[in-house]
């Protein structure tokens, strides 16, 4: 923990590694259609669905949102079911 971490109370910061990808899984899939609403994990969500694997950055800016903002709805959305990792696109090149 740095000094201003120690200062704050705050833990560190665990940022998604650059590249990372992700997927929207079936449940993910139910979800946006049974509950469509613009808040940020429905944005997220939509995003996955109609983009197909994403990495954070092209999340962030299919969804209007912040890659800081998605990389803090991203876990929360692993945790539920709702997205999986599906890989680094810096080994698949498109």
Known sequence: MGLLDSLTGKK??????????????????????????????????TSLETGGTSNTDEIARNSGLSRGRVERIIPKLVRGGYVRFAGSSDIEDE
């Open 12 to 45: 560190p910061i665990r940022r998604i590694p650059p590249g990372t990808t992700f997927r929207i899984t079936q449940q993910g899939k139910d979800k946006v259609q049974e509950q469509f609403s613009s808040d940020p994990e429905g944005r997220v969500l």
